[in-house]
């Protein structure tokens, strides 16, 4: 029940937000619309409901539809307060604001759906409703860049879907002569229990399409090029959603078909490739840290960079290495979503996106100076925040294995710590540039998230460990 | 074989030779009535190109002085080989005396041996045209050729073999079903076929004028017997790209091997049928198309490349299946 | 050999290969419009021929989607909409068509070479189904890398779709719950497209999309 809840809670206020007029309304109804949907994800996690053909809830799932609710929560508190500024500053108007709602909402739809789906059609189909409607909110400032950003996304992203496509169709094909026909033959439940009976060679060249299509949308080099645009100019609130929910339900479905690979022998481990992947992510992320001068495309290849991470983790795979992995996803969506907040913040008072143009932010405005300091020493993984435990993790097992690969992982991290250091005492320390004007929109959201995460590096709610230990073991 | 059953062979044989090199300036003759036709003129009667033949025999041959003895015997040569080539197509009859020798690979060989000579005579008088046209020609060659082959291989890997008799029979079968490769290598050879005899869109026989010639400008220097014995080579080539496709694509008539006179009977009149069919065809194409740009010709020759090449990718992907 | 229901399969799966090849060197839009008709035209016979071989009811419903949207609808907005953004006079500069074809008729064998072992155990016409299927995937995705135009692009993607249809028809009983979001997703997919081409022309009065690198928000 509450898994339905769930879903045409926001569908049914996409519907509402569509027609409505008034601005302030319909952003206040954005607000309510996501608090309801958290409720009754929190409710799914104390009642976990049965399985059904279509929709399930288990321990992979029930931790990112509580993370996506909240994420969703915030983003719409912060958007709410955002948005306001954007109408006076007439970047946007109040018809595209009606738009923009209700894509909203129709996103957190598709993704609750993607995560909720037990079929793996329905998976795919939910995925690519997120992407169309992210790509809509993209574009909405109808600028040159924003076009050409949102066309670039939307082109890269159908691409990954088609791909992702016919990675399902082929394990379909192997499903189907140990399961049978139909419908049966594409729920998930259905498959994992019979995954080691599936034709090996099948799996793995479904499986390559999976990665290169859903791998795509995760944002790993090199297929990355949509990334910092779509990041750069889109509203703030889209970037924060981009990196903190978007890329996580392309991961989690990647991680899904991870999970039938590791329950047939024979099939070849994906570990190799996603290592591979990974690593160049990671690496050529870090590299290109150095150059940015726009903050949200600095942001957006650090949101690459940490994808590279977690898909290098779930390549090394293990107990250890998947735990890690799982981690650094809930904290890099946490923490990702705090950052873009503060842009967003920043953004609106310097009036402008490049960083050469913003500096002295702790002296000016001493509480977001000060959050974004925090946020970006937890993205650059350091103690005592969460990302710290996850990267440390990481990099332990691995150097238990493959030191080698260790070596190149703590190198790309140092190099990425590196710029983002250099790019953070210029904005918030230094000389003051920039204009000075006092923030409109809420400081909440932003606190709210870093609170988490901190919390999170001191103490995991021992629930959570175990669901990501279970989770895994079954990752293989 | 008794003496008898030898002599009969020999004599089908030989009447497949002569039936070819006589029925060829008919065939080109009888392909400008219908275009004539087509164009709302009368036309030449369609035996015209004999004419024109005898007429050329008996005239004075007068050679150009910068020319050598491979202008002199280019002409024959380049006669015998495509006669040669044209004979062991199987027309009326397969499994003749030597049509052990009819092999699809010789057959292009031959006519490759032909082409290198023409296009060495037009270089060999040393005025522009005549290199004009032996570049452009050996351009197309080396596209043509290729796709040729690889339309060879086409339709030797349907059939498993590539001597033609045997291709003939084997795609009388019905277990070949119906193909897309071998539609595909149709298209294709009909394509290599319009590029290697000089017919419109790949170049104009009726032309003269200089930015339009290929086959035409190689031959420019020629008169007299030699002219002839040139113009007989190109309508035999003719003849034996329509004989080919008649035999390989749509061999239904073809009498087999030592039956009797009815049977030939029936197989010369399938082979003048298909010829007249292929005769009118190439006519309303020749009327309805115009004639490609010189630089585009090599994509036009890529398609027929690309069909051979698409049509044995396909045929592998039945054959492993 | 194989039995006419086989052959006929593959000589439609045979000619959308060969449609998908001829769609690469069309430089004209109009031309490239009505080739893209007819490679729906084509997948809607096979998915056609598909629902009588394996007698499935529901295929023939996908076809006729096919049909109606991708052979019939789309050509003609997409035809409208070149003519209203006043295109449809341009050459577009086709980067190396010879490299291009011989690009994709690798492309064509190696699908070939990688689908076919992989799918031993399933029947034949699914089997050549989905091999050709790739391919077709595969050259549309050459396609949209290799052109500038953004209705090429489209018409790359679209005739990507088509592989795609072709191999979820290929794969016997695939629920029609994916099939109907297949066609579901096209649709929406091409009414974002509209709206941006219309956007693009808006803005930037052309749709050559290296006028919009130019507006790119980094060099790299």
């Known amino acids: 029940m509450s898994a339905l809840a769930v879903l045409l809670v926001p569908l049914g206020f996409a519907a509402l937000l569509a027609l409505l007029p008034g601005y302030r309304i319909s952003a206040r109804l954005n607000v309510l619309a996501s608090f309801i949907a958290l409720a009754f994800a929190v409710d799914l996690v104390i009642h976990r409901p049965v399985a059904g053909r279509y929709l399930m ?16 929560f915030t983003t719409s508190a912060f958007s709410a307060s955002y948005i306001r500024h954007e109408l006076e500053t007439g970047r946007l108007t109040a018809s595209y604001l009606r738009f923009y709602h209700a894509m909203f909402q129709l996103m957190l739809f598709g993704i609750n759906l993607a995560l909720l789906a037990n079929n793996i059609g329905l998976m795919w189909v939910a995925v690519e409703l997120a992407t169309l ?29 088609a791909l992702a496509l016919f990675g399902t169709i082929l394990v379909y094909l192997a499903a189907r002569p140990v399961v049978g026909e139909g419908m049966d033959a594409m729920v998930w439940t ?10 090996p060679n099948l799996l793995n060249i479904a499986f390559i399409f999976l990665l290169l299509g859903y791998g ?7 297929m990355h090029a949509w990334l910092p645009d779509a990041h750069a100019e889109g509203p703030t609130p889209i970037s924060a959603v981009l990196s903190g929910l978007l890329l996580n339900v392309a991961l989690y479905a990647l991680l899904r078909f991870k999970m039938l690979l590791a329950a047939n022998p024979l099939a070849i481990a994906p570990g190799p490739l996603m290592i591979g992947l990974g690593l160049l992510s990671l690496i050529f992320a870090a590299f290109m840290l150095y150059r940015r001068r726009d903050i949200k495309r600095l942001f957006a290849y650090s949101s690459i960079e940490h994808m590279g991470i977690i898909v290098f983790a779930f390549g090394m795979a293990g107990p250890l290495g998947n735990f890690a992995g799982l981690l650094q996803m809930t904290m890099h969506s946490l923490t990702k979503s705090a950052i873009f907040f503060s842009v967003g913040h920043i953004a609106q008072v310097k009036g402008t996106q490049q960083i050469g143009e913003m500096g002295g932010l702790t002296e000016t405005h001493p509480l977001l100076g000060w959050g974004l300091v925090a946020g970006v020493a937890a993205i650059a993984g350091l103690p005592p925040f969460g990302v710290f435990t996850s990267e440390f993790l990481i990099v332990s097992s691995t150097f238990a294995r493959a030191p080698v690969l260790a070596v190149l992982v703590v190198f790309g991290l140092l190099l990425s710590f590196g710029a983002l250091l250099l790019r953070l005492t210029s904005v918030a320390f230094g000389a003051v540039r920039g204009p000075i004007g006092p923030v409109k929109a809420s400081y909440i959201p932003l606190f709210a998230h870093l609170a988490l995460v901190l919390t999170a590096g001191i103490w995991l709610p021992p629930p959570v460990v175990a669901w990501f230990q279970h989770v895994a073991v079954q990752l293989g | 074989m008794t003496v008898l059953d030898m002599i009969g062979a020999l004599a089908a044989q030989g009447a497949q030779m002569f039936l070819v090199m006589l029925a060829a300036p008919l065939l080109t003759g009888y392909v400008r009535l219908v275009k004539a036709r087509l164009q709302r003129r009368r036309g030449p009667s369609p035996l015209q190109p004999y004419r024109d033949l005898l007429r050329l025999l008996r005239k004075e041959v007068v050679l150009p002085d910068t ?19 044209a004979a062991l197509v199987p027309t009326f009859a397969t499994d003749l005396l030597f049509s052990w020798s009819g092999d699809l690979i010789a057959i292009v060989a031959l006519l490759g041996t032909a082409r290198f000579l023409q296009a060495l005579a037009g270089l060999d008088v040393g005025t522009s045209f005549g290199g004009l046209g032996s570049s452009r020609e050996m351009m197309f060659a080396s596209l043509a050729e290729p796709a040729l082959l690889m339309l060879v291989f086409t339709v030797a890997l349907i059939a498993g073999t590539t001597q033609l008799s045997a291709v003939a029979e084997q795609l009388q079968l019905p277990q070949v079903g119906l193909r897309i490769s071998l539609a595909l290598a149709l298209i294709g050879f009909i394509i290599v076929a319009i590029a290697e005899n000089a017919r419109i869109p790949v170049d104009n026989p009726a032309t003269h004028l200089e930015l339009t010639m290929v086959h035409e400008a190689m031959v420019l220097e020629y008169s007299g017997r030699h002219l002839a014995l040139v113009e007989w080579a190109a309508a035999l080539k003719l003849l034996m790209y329509a004989s080919l496709i008649a035999c390989v694509f749509f061999p239904w008539g073809l009498a087999p091997a030592g039956s009797g006179m009815a049977s030939y009977g029936i197989g010369v009149a399938a082979w003048a049928g298909k010829m007249a069919v292929a005769g009118t065809a190439l006519a309303f194409f020749e009327t309805v198309i115009a004639k490609m740009r010189v630089f585009r010709v090599p994509g036009f020759l890529g398609i027929a490349l690309m069909l051979g090449l698409l049509g044995t990718l396909l045929l592998f992907v039945s054959r492993g299946l | 050999m194989h039995g006419l229901a086989f052959d006929i399969s593959h000589m439609l799966a045979g000619l959308l290969v060969l449609v998908s090849l001829a769609m690469l060197y069309q430089d004209r839009l109009f031309a490239l419009i009505n080739v893209l008709a007819l490679h729906a035209l084509l997948l809607a016979a096979s998915v056609a021929w598909q629902a009588w071989v394996h007698d499935a009811p529901q295929l023939y419903i996908t076809a006729a989607i096919a049909l109606a949207f991708k052979a019939i609808a789309i050509p003609m907005a997409l035809r409208r909409m070149v003519f209203r953004l006043g295109i449809h006079r341009q050459i577009e500069t086709v980067v ?8 994709a008729i690798v492309l064509i064998a190696l699908s070939i070479k990688v689908m076919l072992p992989v799918t031993a155990g399933v029947d034949p016409v699914a089997r050549e189904d989905i091999a050709l299927a ?12 290799t052109r500038r135009n953004a209705v090429s692009q489209v018409a790359g993607f679209m005739s990507l779709d088509n592989g795609i249809v072709l191999a979820a028809t290929g794969a016997q009983g695939m629920p029609l719950v994916v099939e109907l979001s297949v066609a579901f997703s096209v649709l929406i997919a091409f009414i974002v497209i509209g709206i941006f081409l219309f956007r693009i022309r808006e803005r930037f009065d052309t749709v050559d999309l290296q006028a919009l690198d130019r507006f790119r928000g980094e060099k790299l």
């Not at chain 1, 790509?135 to 082109?155: C, D, E, N, P, S």
């Open chain 1, 190 to 199: 259905t498959l994992i229990t019979h995954a080691q009976d599936f034709d």
């Open chain 3, 96 to 103: 190396g068509t010879g490299l291009t074809m011989l690009a």
């Open chain 2, 67 to 85: 020319s050598s003895w491979l202008f002199r015997a280019a002409p024959y040569v380049m006669f015998s080989t495509t006669w040669v080539a």
């Open chain 1, 216 to 222: 795509t949308k995760v944002g790993l080099a090199p």
């Open chain 1, 133 to 161: 409607t992210t790509v809509m909110m993209v574009g909405i400032y109808r600028t040159h860049v924003a076009l050409a950003a949102a066309w670039k996304y939307f082109i890269l992203g159908s691409v990954g879907i």
């Open chain 1, 57 to 72: 809830v288990d321990d992979l799932n029930v931790v990112f539809i509580l993370l996506n609710t909240f994420v969703g």
């Open chain 3, 134 to 145: 790739l391919s077709v995937v595969l050259i549309g995705l050459l396609m949209m890398v």
